[in-house]
């Protein structure tokens, strides 16, 4: 039997995570939040088994590192959602409100600087899970990604996390030697000898800290590792850049304090309707980054 599902009833279950499939009146596709993008093999399982019951027998992967039950119809839209909660799974992600937390695989990534899975749960409890009924004036996504190759697009989330390996010049220990190691490491070179000593100019360089251990004579040896944050990223319709605040942070607590208050910056003073790097350009960056900064 063929449901004709009303369209209060289309936005009702949309905010649950089921979005109508546009070639049929009463089909859905449901999107599982995953946390972080990492499921374990019983979850998995757990899927595929809601994915043959209730679905069509296929699963897509969205670009934000969630899933999607394809096929489920009306009728099945509760069942799904009690199965799925059996297994400590639910549905989700839609909506004016922060959405499910990127993240790239920095933790394992041999380029990767900071634990981006354990960060992008705990942001994800704290934000997601436990903001779930907090209505913005729009959609705000965050991404974690672990170092300046910027896989996930930290940069074109409303609020975006990168590792950082911060390096330390020694002048005095640098032998100035016929071929410099830390010029050679450098990806995007930066480090270059100037006058028989190594530069490294701090504004170029983007912390990658893929120059450590690279001197023998310890010129560049220490590292502070911190997280740098960007505010006002968007892609889609319209792209902006998101920009960084000027401070490096060092802890995972400094992260999760100025990110709750960049959310709290958005459901005070964003208009309804606009994203966040709206609001960024509204109030003028300077004066964001003071109010999260101070
Ligand atoms: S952003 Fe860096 S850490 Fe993350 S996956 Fe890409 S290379 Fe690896
Ligand atoms: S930074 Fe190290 S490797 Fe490079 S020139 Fe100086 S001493 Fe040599
Ligand atoms: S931290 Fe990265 S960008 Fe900066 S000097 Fe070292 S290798 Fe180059």
Redesign the pocket.
Known sequence: MEYTVSPEEVKRVKGMGFLQDKRYPDVFNARVITRNGKLTAAQHRVIAEACERFGSGEVTMTVRLTLEIQGVKYENIQPLVDFLAEHGLSTGGTGKRVRPVVS???TT?????ID?FALSEKMHKRFYEEMRGVALPHKFKIAV????????KPDLNDLGVI?QRIPTVYLEKCRGCKKCRVEAACPIKVAHLDGGKVVIDPAACNHCGRCRNQCPFSAVADYVSGYKVYIGGRWGKKVAQGRALSRIFTTEDEVMAVTEKAIELFRTQGIDGERFADTVARLGFENVERMLIS
């Open positions: 790239c695989k920095g990534c041999q380029y990767g600087l981006t990604g672990g170092c300046p190759n910027n896989c996930v590792g």
